[in-house]
């Protein structure tokens, strides 16, 4: 079985495959000063959850991480308690997509998991929308090559800003109002941040779209992709865990 971890700037997210299949997936909050020690304590607790362990059923681990600090005490946890090294999305790892890139280092592993995910599930042109910390636009060609992309605040960001910057406002729950005009300060907030994601992921859509040549399918992911989706007809497909499966796909190419 194969182990994925996808860590985020706000939340982690975990997942086995056998073979093709994702089986099991957990989401949990990122921790950066987390030790090998404590990942390793807290990915054990989980595979219990699931009835497996570290030493009879985990044959691989494939990692994504945006933040240094867990990258390098997960390169631990895998080395110490697994007995072999894992596969990380960083240069030098055979990903089977060229990155158009200015400088291609500088593209967060997740993004280059979703990309080869999403050419690989759906075909190119694509475009896979990342509802995280972030609001991540990444583009990819007809012929499978990662162009670039945009990145916005995303919908909890923006909306904790709002609300440390305006002390009358109160925190709300994310959901889409009645309508767009709200009758309350509650469905007012909820018009800005719900309707107001939708408007900037029909406009980036409809822009990159255009640049792409007029077609391209478009992919919705991340942990606050359903808060969007349901309130626009431009996503084409929902896959929450696109990125564990791009790390299935990548660990496969450097492993095979």
Request: charged share 20%.
């Given at each position: ?31 950066e000063d987390r030790t090998s020690d404590e990942w390793a304590l807290l990915v054990g607790n ?97 012929k499978g090559e990662y162009l670039g992309g945009a990145i916005c605040p995303g919908v909890q ?21 009645r309508s767009a005009i709200g009758r309350s300060t509650t469905e007012s907030l909820q018009s ?65």
């Open positions: 079985m194969l182990l994925t971890i996808d860590v985020g700037n706000t939340q982690t997210v975990v997942g086995i495959f056998e073979g093709e299949d994702l089986v099991e997936h957990w989401r949990m909050s990122s921790v989980v595979l219990q959850m699931a009835d497996l362990s570290f030493s009879k059923q985990v044959t691989g681990v494939a990692i994504s991480s945006g933040v240094p600090r867990v990258t390098q005490a997960l390169k631990e946890m895998t080395e110490r308690y697994f007995y072999f090294a894992p596969i990380v999305v960083e240069p030098g790892v055979r990903t089977g997509m060229p990155i158009l890139y200015d400088n291609p280092k500088e593209v967060g592993a997740d993004r280059i998991a979703d990309a080869v995910a999403a050419i690989t599930f759906y075909g190119g042109p694509a475009i896979v929308i990342d509802f995280g910390t972030a609001t991540v636009f990444d583009a990819i060609s007809e960001v923006s909306a904790a800003a709002l609300f440390a910057a305006a002390a009358g406002l109160r925190r709300v729950e994310y959901t889409a109002p800005g941040i719900v309707f107001g994601t939708v408007g900037l992921v029909e406009g980036m859509v409809a822009r990159i779209r255009e640049e792409l040549g007029g077609a391209a399918v478009t992919i919705a992911t991340g942990g606050l992709a359903e808060v969007v989706i349901d309130q626009t007809d431009v996503v084409d497909h929902h896959e929450p865990w696109l990125t564990l499966h791009g790390l299935r796909l990548i660990y496969d190419r450097n492993t095979s």
